[in-house]
């Protein structure tokens, strides 16, 4: 007799917990990680996955995967000539904007 699994309810051959999950698709010999939450968090993960139609482990993997995708947010110069070159930019950027608002302003009768 096939049991339901308690984490997405789909039919399993017996009961899985959440890091062995097989519902999304992971397998047995994908990386494991144990990671600490905050209290609450994982509730909160619980109900986004069940809003997503996914597991837990699923909806963790797909954050996790969006996240990675974002191109990386820049701060700071690794160098001197980066600072300069955003720096001389800044003002050309600022140039540029005052010629054109002189060229096509509201000022102009």
């Not at 917990?17 to 609450?40: C, E, I, L, N, Y």
């Not at 996240?67 to 690794?78: M, Q, V």
């Not at 160098?79 to 001389?88: K, P, V």
Request: hydrophobic letters at 40%; aromatic letters at 6%.
């Amino acid at each position: 007799m096939e049991a339901l699994c308690l984490y997405c309810g789909g039919k399993k051959s017996r009961l899985l917990s959440p890091d062995v999950h097989m519902g999304d698709g992971m397998a047995r010999d994908d990386d494991k990680f144990t990671v600490r939450m905050p209290q609450g968090m994982r509730d909160k993960l619980a109900l986004r996955a069940k809003a997503n139609n996914r597991s837990v482990n699923a909806e963790y993997v797909q954050i996790l995967q969006d996240a990675l995708n974002e191109p990386l947010k820049i701060t700071g110069f690794s160098n001197e000539a980066e600072r300069l070159a955003d720096r001389h930019a800044e003002q050309f950027k600022a140039v540029v904007f005052e010629t054109l608002n002189t060229m096509y302003g509201k000022d102009k009768a």
